[in-house]
C-alpha cells in the first residue's frame, strides 16, 4: 500500500479525500440533527446544473456549481419564507428546475465533454492541483463557519421556538446553514460526484449519532468516520480498480450499519 501513496495524484486524492470527509461531517451533524436529509438531495442535482454551465461556457465547473448552489440554496429559503410553503416543497420545485437547467444546458453543448460523467459519479483520483486548491478554500470556509456560529446552530437544531423566543433571526441562520450544504456539496463532486454527494453527509453523521448523546462527541466521531470512510473507501477503490464515488459511499454505509449494530440507543441505554 505504500506505492500506492508514491504517485502523485494519489496523494492529492488522499488530502482531498480528507478535506471532503471533514467538511462533509460538519455540516452532516446539523443536517441530521434538522431532519435536512432531502436539502442535500436537491441541492445536489443543483450542483449538476452548475456543472453543466460551467462546460457550456468553458469555466471552471466547480466555481459554477459554488454560484449555481448558493443561488439555490437562497431560492430555496426566500420561497419557502416568502411563500408560506413547507421547504421539502420548495426543495422539490428547486430540485426538478436546476435539473432541467443541467439538462438544457448539456443539450447546448457543441460537443459532449467525457470529463462531465466524472461530476456526476464521482472520480477522486482525477483531482487537480487547481481543484484541490479549490476544495481546500471551501472547506476553510465550511469549518471556519461552524465554528464562528457553533452556539447558534446547536440552539437552531434542537429547539428553533426557543431560538425566535430569544431573538435569535432563525431563518438567517437557516440560510447560512443552507450555504454551508451548498458549499459541501460542491467541494464533494470529485470524491463522489452529484448522485453520491448527499450520501457522504448524511451517512457518517447517522453513523457517529448511533454511538453518542454528546452534542461535541458527535462532531468527533462523525469527523472520524467521514474521514474513515473516505480514506479505506480511497485504498479500496485504488486496489480494486472500482469507481472512488461509490466505494467511499458503500464504505461509509458499512460504518453506519456497524454503529447501528452497537449502538446503546437500540436498548434504550446510554453510553
Same mark, same amino acid.
Given at each position: 500500500?505504500?506505492?500506492?501513496?508514491?504517485?502523485?495524484?494519489?496523494?492529492?486524492?488522499?488530502?482531498?479525500?480528507?478535506?471532503?470527509?471533514?467538511?462533509?461531517?460538519?455540516?452532516?451533524?446539523?443536517?441530521?440533527?434538522?431532519?435536512?436529509?432531502?436539502?442535500?438531495?436537491?441541492?445536489? &442535482?443543483?450542483?449538476?446544473?452548475?456543472?453543466?454551465?460551467?462546460?457550456?461556457?468553458?469555466? =471552471?465547473?466547480?466555481?459554477?456549481?459554488?454560484?449555481?448552489?448558493?443561488?439555490?440554496?437562497?431560492?430555496? &429559503?426566500?420561497?419557502?419564507?416568502?411563500?408560506?410553503?413547507?421547504?421539502?416543497?420548495?426543495?422539490?420545485?428547486?430540485?426538478?428546475?436546476?435539473?432541467?437547467?443541467?439538462?438544457?444546458?448539456?443539450?447546448?453543448?457543441?460537443?459532449?465533454?467525457?470529463?462531465?460523467?466524472?461530476?456526476?459519479?464521482? =472520480?477522486?483520483?482525477?483531482?487537480?492541483?487547481?481543484?484541490?486548491?479549490?476544495?481546500?478554500?471551501?472547506?476553510?470556509?465550511?469549518?471556519?463557519?461552524?465554528?464562528?456560529?457553533?452556539?447558534?446552530?446547536?440552539?437552531?437544531?434542537?429547539?428553533?421556538?426557543?431560538?425566535?423566543?430569544?431573538?435569535?433571526?432563525?431563518?438567517?441562520?437557516?440560510?447560512?446553514?443552507?450555504?454551508?450544504?451548498?458549499?459541501?456539496?460542491?467541494?464533494?463532486?470529485?470524491?463522489?460526484?452529484?448522485?453520491?454527494?448527499?450520501?457522504?453527509?448524511?451517512?457518517?453523521?447517522?453513523?457517529?449519532?448511533?454511538?453518542?448523546?454528546?452534542?461535541?462527541?458527535?462532531?468527533?466521531?462523525?469527523?472520524?468516520?467521514? =474521514?474513515?470512510?473516505?480514506?479505506?473507501?480511497?485504498?479500496?477503490?485504488?486496489?480494486?480498480?472500482?469507481?472512488?464515488?461509490?466505494?467511499?459511499?458503500?464504505?461509509?454505509?458499512?460504518?453506519?450499519?456497524?454503529?447501528?449494530?452497537?449502538?446503546?440507543?437500540?436498548?434504550?441505554?446510554?453510553?
Amino acid at each position: 500500500m505504500g506505492e500506492m501513496f508514491s504517485y502523485a495524484f494519489v496523494q492529492r486524492a488522499l488530502l482531498a479525500s480528507l478535506l471532503v470527509g471533514t467538511a462533509c461531517s460538519l455540516v452532516g451533524v446539523f443536517v441530521v440533527l434538522r431532519g435536512l436529509a432531502f436539502i442535500g438531495a436537491g441541492i445536489a &442535482h443543483a450542483a449538476f446544473g452548475g456543472v453543466a454551465l460551467g462546460f457550456l461556457l468553458g469555466w =471552471n465547473p466547480l466555481v459554477t456549481a459554488v454560484g449555481f448552489c448558493v443561488a439555490t440554496a437562497g431560492a430555496i &429559503h426566500a420561497t419557502s419564507q416568502a411563500g408560506r410553503i413547507r421547504m421539502d416543497a420548495s426543495i422539490g420545485i428547486f430540485y426538478a428546475l436546476t435539473m432541467a437547467l443541467g439538462i438544457l444546458f448539456v443539450g447546448l453543448m457543441k460537443t459532449y465533454d467525457a470529463r462531465l460523467y466524472g461530476y456526476l459519479f464521482g =472520480n477522486i483520483l482525477s483531482v487537480t492541483a487547481t481543484d484541490l486548491r479549490i476544495i481546500a478554500a471551501l472547506t476553510l470556509a465550511v469549518a471556519a463557519t461552524v465554528i464562528v456560529f457553533f452556539k447558534e446552530f446547536q440552539l437552531l437544531s434542537f429547539d428553533p421556538e426557543v431560538a425566535e423566543a430569544l431573538g435569535l433571526p432563525a431563518g438567517r441562520y437557516s440560510f447560512v446553514m443552507l450555504v454551508l450544504v451548498s458549499l459541501t456539496i460542491v467541494l464533494s463532486l470529485d470524491a463522489v460526484g452529484i448522485l453520491l454527494v448527499f450520501a457522504l453527509i448524511v451517512t457518517p453523521a447517522s453513523a457517529a449519532y448511533q454511538l453518542t448523546y454528546d452534542y461535541r462527541a458527535l462532531f468527533v466521531l462523525s469527523v472520524l468516520f467521514g =474521514n474513515l470512510s473516505c480514506f479505506l473507501g480511497l485504498v479500496l477503490s485504488y486496489g480494486l480498480d472500482v469507481p472512488s464515488g461509490a466505494t467511499i459511499v458503500l464504505t461509509a454505509t458499512g460504518l453506519f450499519f456497524v454503529c447501528l449494530a452497537l449502538s446503546p440507543k437500540r436498548r434504550g441505554g446510554r453510553p
